[in-house]
């Protein structure tokens, strides 16, 4: 991209997200590009990862369907974000991301269009959830990474890419989130 070019969509996401007062205010598009914004998840908790299809954590859609299935009727919502930003790994346009992920992983779980997770792009719910205001700042660093939002809509851990979703650490973090009213 021409510089000029990053500098604008830089100022944009940073205007968007200034203007959005939360994350469940942000502009969002769910994988068939239709409007998705987060905040029909407003008091439950999430875990909103950036997937791609051609990484060596690609099989974590597994654990993740499982968590959506065990927990959803507890209030966790697990959000997948299509991402290209690492290695390319996530080239298909919206409709083979989601044949893939449906007839490779069953996943049932809310997928939205693909986004940019770092550097000067970074769409603005990475900017709310690892911009400088973030308790967990800095680029996401592979496909995978893992924020927990809280019944608040505040990021309450990260959790790196290779941190599997169903690793004690993941799962007693979501236990306690959903546990706390």
Known sequence: MKPHLLA?????????????????????????????????????????????????????????EELHEKFKADGLAVLGFPCNDFGAQEPGTPEEIKTFCETKYKVKFPLYEKVVVKGEAKHPLYQVLSGPES??????????????????????KRFEPKVKPDSPEVMDAIKAALAAK
């Open 8 to 64: 604008s969509l830089a100022t944009l996401a940073l205007a968007i997200t200034a203007n959005a007062g939360s994350l469940y205010d942000i502009p969002l598009k769910d994988i068939d590009g239709k409007d998705a914004p987060l905040k029909k998840y407003e008091g439950k908790v999430m875990l909103i990862v950036n997937v791609a299809s051609r990484c060596g954590n690609t099989p974590q859609y597994t654990a993740l």
């Open 135 to 156: 308790p967990f700042p800095g680029d996401v660093k592979w496909n995978f990474g893992k924020f927990l939002v809280g019944r608040d809509g505040k990021v309450i």
